[in-house]
Nanobody
Framework: QVQLVESGGGLVQPGGSLRLSCSISRSIFSMNFMGWYRQAPGKERELVAGITSAGYTNYAISVKGRFTISRDNAKKTVYLQMNSLKPEDTAVYYC?????????WGQGTQVTVSS
């Protein structure tokens, strides 16, 4: 079993920044993949950024150059640094971990970009 807890969401003005954190109950090294997803009202959940066990990263086109995924293995935490935020980034952001083919999700954290 894996528990994930997201934090760091909130209300920010357009152009601002936020850093989301995902704290994991197990070693990150045991995860095949970890990712940040988001779901806006009326839309499907989408992958925002991911990082593999080898450290390879990938990003949605809409956030490339603005968002950065990283991890701190000692703290068992994955981060999503979000810069130059836009109103269309408003969504609930979820952290997901893939452990041996099983997906585990956090409860989500709300990000609202508005003036």
């Amino acid at each position: 079993q894996v528990q994930l807890v997201e934090s760091g969401g909130g209300l920010v003005q357009p152009g601002g920044s936020l850093r989301l954190s995902c704290s994991i109950s197990r070693s990150i090294f045991s995860m095949n993949f970890m990712g940040w997803y988001r779901q806006a009202p009326g839309k499907e959940r989408e992958l925002v950024a991911g990082i593999t066990s080898a450290g390879y990263t990938n990003y949605a086109i809409s956030v490339k150059g603005r968002f950065t995924i990283s991890r701190d293995n000692a703290k068992k935490t994955v981060y999503l640094q979000m810069n130059s935020l836009k109103p269309e980034d408003t969504a609930v952001y979820y952290c997901k971990a893939d452990l041996r083919g099983y997906d585990y999700w956090g409860q989500g954290t709300q990000v609202t970009v508005s003036s």
